[in-house]
């Protein structure tokens, strides 16, 4: 007989792995049967971790179902940026974008490239820290990935980008060093070529929240470096074309 799912169970096991910075394998935890029981779960974990700031990560499922989830812990580069270090974390160099208006749900005509671009009013480069509760990550069952917010463990947002970057991303010199050593040293690359890709299917998902996409709202777009490990504690430095974003991730 398989075990009921209890998605405020699993928020809590994943919540207390995180506060004692633990992974545990997949095939020790019930899984959310689908999206809708995943997101259940996502929602008690982002309750239990007290998040409130309005910034979110989109990536796609598998399947091609666009996903989001809260970043957290959240910082702006500006005031001494520091998130906390776990063993196994990783880095994504990411481009942020901050709406200056609400995407409603549409019905009809989908949003198109243009549409969403209209409604972005900055765009910034950005840094996303990663590290899940689940040893294997999303390799082997997303839908608990999803609850474990996506694996995000921080964000930190640098310096306003022209608005023309969700263009020109791709390509754009990025330079990084962590701990004062180069970890990337060549051009940007976003997984879709459009760092934009996610965030459109996300825009034409019609059972996402109502409450989503709203004026303030910030989302960042996805990796332009690659996921990379960080082998120990110390300070970033990102130059993305003439832009520059420096913080630390530093041991909690």
């Not at 005031?79 to 270090?85: K, L, Q, R």
């Not at 990663?130 to 608990?144: D, I, P, R, T, Y």
């Amino acid at each position: 007989m398989t075990e009921t799912f209890d998605p405020g169970a699993l928020a809590a096991r994943l919540h207390s792995l995180r506060q004692a910075g633990r992974q545990e394998e997949t095939g020790t935890f019930t899984l959310p049967a689908d999206l809708h029981q995943a997101m259940e779960a996502q929602n008690f974990l982002t309750a239990a971790d007290g998040i409130s700031s309005n910034a979110w990560k989109v990536t796609v499922s598998p399947q091609g179902q666009a996903v989001t989830g809260p970043l957290h812990p959240y910082a702006e580069a500006a005031s001494g940026a520091s998130i906390p270090w776990y063993p196994g974390m990783k880095f994504e160099t990411e481009i942020a974008v901050r709406f200056g208006r609400d995407l409603p749900i549409r019905t009809g005509t989908p949003y198109s490239r243009a549409d969403v671009v209209e409604a972005i009013s900055a765009v910034h480069l950005g840094a996303e820290l990663l590290v899940s509760a689940v040893k294997e990550g999303g390799s082997v069952s997303f839908l608990l990935f999803t609850s474990d917010r996506l694996g995000n463990s921080g964000y930190v947002l640098g310096p306003k980008l022209d608005k023309s970057a969700v263009d020109t991303a791709g390509g754009t010199p990025l330079k990084v060093t962590h701990a004062g050593r180069t970890i990337y040293d060549g051009p940007a690359q976003h997984p879709k070529g459009d760092v934009l890709t996610w965030l459109i299917d996300y825009a034409n998902d019609g059972l996402r929240p109502e409450t989503s996409l709203k004026a303030g709202a910030l989302i960042t777009t996805g990796t332009l470096s690659g996921a990379i490990e960080l082998t120990e504690p110390g300070d970033i430095d990102i130059l993305f074309g003439d832009s520059r974003l420096h913080f630390s991730v530093s041991k909690g």
